[in-house]
Every structure is written in C-alpha cells, then in structure tokens.
C-alpha cells in the first residue's frame, strides 16, 4: 500500500473528504459509489462497479455474440476494459479506457463507424478500425459500454442491432 501523505480528520458525522488530487488521478467522479473494506487495521475504499458484478454473465453474452458475429467484443465499466472475446481482447483486458470512450458514454451516443477509421480506444493512439460503440445505461446512469470492433470494414446493421440488445440485457440484468 502506498502513502499519499495526506492526513484528514474525520467530521462528528463520521464523514472523510477525498482530495481533489486523488479523485481526479482515480477518476472517481461526483456521486459515484465507493465499497468499503477492512483489512487489519486498515480501511480501503474501491471503486464499485455494477458492471464487475456481471462477471459470469457478460462473458458468456461476450463470447457467443463474438463467435456469432466473427468480431471482437468488448466490455467497460466507466474506467476500465472489464471483459472481452475475439482476437483483440488481449490487447485491452482491464486497461483504462480513452477520453473518446468516457464522452460517448457521458453524452449517452452510440457512435457507430462502418469504414475503418482512426480510434482510440485505451492508451494506444492510432488504431484503425470499424466499431460500434453503445452505452450501457442501468437505473437511468451510464455504467458502461459494449465496444465492437473490428479490422475491416464490415460493421452491418445487423452488429448495431445485436450491440443494442446487449447493453440492454445488461442494463437490465444490474436493476434485477
């Protein structure tokens, strides 16, 4: 565990302040939602994300469909590639993802580029694919995305369509 340094009393109603430093460089936002341990002595807060509770259930949805549809398909929560199939999985397994992901998400788009173009999906610049990408929307909050991707120019409507009832099966799957 490291030291930030920073030392924070505790208020009569029990309530801590996270700087602003620290919520920025961990991205936790406004409202969101933070699980609390205990270890020893210590108390350790971690992002909570509906989407990571999936587990199970988002993988086998994620590589059937990958299979069905011959792309890869990924899965986010706010902050990070959580789940995935296809060939380029590997390539973004539990790495943050981009700016470009977090505004789609926050606006609520589902962008959908059919011709290869130029995207950046987690840290790497660059990358050149056709994608779909669709908000994952739970009790009227973003929670996520499904991401299609793929290396040729074949997104069809047939792969926005099957993106959509994804994320509305996972949408529904974290209210139930």
Do not use: H, W
């Not at 992002?47 to 509770?53: E, G, H, I």
């Not at 050149?128 to 040729?152: A, E, K, L």
């Amino acid at each position: 565990m490291k030291s930030t340094g920073v030392v924070r009393r505790v208020d009569d109603l029990g309530r801590i302040v996270i700087p602003k430093e620290i919520r920025r460089t961990l991205r936790i936002r406004d409202g969101e939602e933070l699980e609390i341990f205990v270890d020893d002595e210590a108390i350790i807060l971690k992002k909570f994300s509906n989407v990571a509770d999936l587990g199970d259930v988002s993988k086998k949805i994620v590589d059937v469909v990958s299979s069905f549809i011959g792309k890869t398909v990924l899965v986010t929560d706010r902050d990070t590639f959580i789940t995935g199939s296809g060939e380029l999985k590997k390539k973004y397994l539990n790495k943050e993802i981009s700016s470009y992901i977090e505004d789609i998400m926050s606006n609520r788009n589902v962008v959908v580029q059919k011709n290869i173009g130029n995207i950046q999906l987690g840290d790497v610049s660059g990358e050149m694919y056709s994608y779909i990408i669709n908000p994952i929307i739970s009790f009227g909050d973003v929670i996520g995305s499904v991401i299609v991707i793929s290396t040729s120019s074949d997104i069809s409507e047939f792969d926005v369509t099957i993106t959509g009832m994804i994320t509305q099966f996972l949408g529904k799957y974290v209210e139930d």
